[in-house]
T-cell receptor, first 114, second 112 residues
Framework: GQQLNQSPQSMFIQEGEDVSMNCTSS?????WLWYKQDPGEGPVLLIALYKAGELTSNGRLTAQFGITRKDSFLNISASIPSDVGIYFC??????????????FGKGTKLSVKP | EAQVTQNPRYLITVTGKKLTVTCSQN?????MSWYRQDPGLGLRQIYY???????DKGDVPEGYKVSRKEKRNFPLILESPSPNQTSLYFC???????????FGNGTRLTVT
């Protein structure tokens, strides 16, 4: 089935640094989503992307839907300690899929040193 | 408050002893699903349901059962748990379409 490959697996950065992570697939996705999981909690949606080439921001977060529809990246600017967590990319499998049924990447674990 | 509620949060059990993890949502969502999260493997879907009495297998359904008799509830049943089902389990729900998936806070299961 469809798979999402996320990189890097983990990152250790200094507070204030910018962060970049990405997600690729061998097949096309029509929606790309980025979720964040805080320690001890369930994932929460950060950004949703619906059109190829779309660039969307949410505060210090910026995400882009790749032109080929096979990749997406997430950038975090000026990281702070509360950015710690696991970031997942996700998308609905197949054509015209719903966000109610998603497949997820393996996650990027972010650690921030104050 | 709109939420997805899972119970219990923590569960330790022994091999072969049937258990049920409950999941309830108060948002009148059509879609509900179960995921398991394991280190290095991310979130893998076990089962999902698009509506009452409609369920489908996800990527890792072996050893699990689900039922959707009411819209708000979607229990996960392990008829004969084994140690390889030790994991962190998440229930999630959505209106469908472009509406986001809402997750519960997880159930950490240990099978000895």
């Amino acid at each position: 089935g469809q798979q999402l490959n996320q990189s890097p697996q983990s990152m250790f950065i200094q507070e204030g640094e910018d962060v970049s992570m990405n997600c690729t697939s061998s097949s096309i996705f029509n929606t790309w989503l980025w979720y964040k999981q805080d320690p001890g909690e369930g994932p929460v949606l950060l950004i949703a992307l619906y059109k190829a080439g779309e660039l969307t921001s949410n505060g210090r977060l910026t995400a882009q839907f790749g032109i080929t529809r096979k990749d997406s990246f997430l950038n975090i600017s000026a990281s702070i300690p509360s950015d710690v967590g696991i970031y997942f990319c996700a998308g609905p499998p197949g054509d015209g899929g719903s966000q109610g049924n998603l497949i997820f990447g393996k996650g990027t674990k972010l650690s921030v040193k104050p | 408050e709109a939420q997805v509620t899972q119970n219990p949060r923590y569960l330790i059990t022994v091999t072969g002893k049937k258990l049920t993890v409950t999941c309830s949502q108060n948002m009148n969502h059509e879609y509900m699903s179960w995921y398991r999260q394991d280190p290095g493997l991310g979130l893998r879907q076990i089962y999902y349901s698009m509506n009452v009495e409609v369920t489908d297998k996800g990527d890792v359904p072996e050893g699990y059962k689900v039922s959707r008799k009411e819209k708000r509830n979607f229990p996960l049943i392990l008829e004969s748990p084994s140690p390889n089902q030790t994991s962190l389990y998440f229930c999630a729900s959505s209106l469908g379409g472009d509406s986001p998936l809402h997750f519960g806070n997880g159930t950490r299961l240990t099978v000895t």
